[in-house]
Nanobody
Framework: QLQLVESGGGLVQPGGSLRLSCTIS????????IAWFRQAPGKEREGVSC????????SYTGSVKGRFTTSRDNAKNTVYLQMDSLKPEDTAVYFC?????????????????WGQGTPVTVSS
């Protein structure tokens, strides 16, 4: 059974940076496309970024383009989300999710395995 564990969340000031990690167990990372989602209080969960199995293609939702970067190290079974120039509206619980499908997607219904989430708060 594939398991995903997020880490790296916390409190950061506006304009600051955080790097989230998503480490998998129970399988090998290169069998999965990985996405990051987030859910802010009172809002629906939204797709943030996605990276293909080999890491050769990525996609981002418009509000984070140019500020967030996703990458992966298949040898370490870990995917990263580097978040720079953080804004208060980035405050949310961040989840990583996996799918064996080979295409980029920011839609929840395409992902079958989910982590428990890590909270990110951007505030002064």
């Amino acid at each position: 059974q594939l398991q995903l564990v997020e880490s790296g969340g916390g409190l950061v000031q506006p304009g600051g940076s955080l790097r989230l990690s998503c480490t998998i167990s129970g399988s090998t990372l290169d069998d999965y496309t990985i996405a990051w989602f987030r859910q802010a209080p009172g809002k629906e969960r939204e797709g943030v970024s996605c990276i293909t199995k080999r890491g050769d293609m990525t996609s981002y939702t418009g509000s984070v383009k140019g500020r967030f970067t996703t990458s992966r190290d298949n040898a370490k079974n870990t995917v990263y989300l580097q978040m720079d120039s953080l804004k208060p509206e980035d405050t949310a619980v961040y989840f990583c999710a996996a799918t064996p499908r080979g295409f980029l997607s920011l839609l929840q219904q395409h992902f079958f395995y989910w982590g428990q989430g890590t909270p990110v708060t951007v505030s002064s």
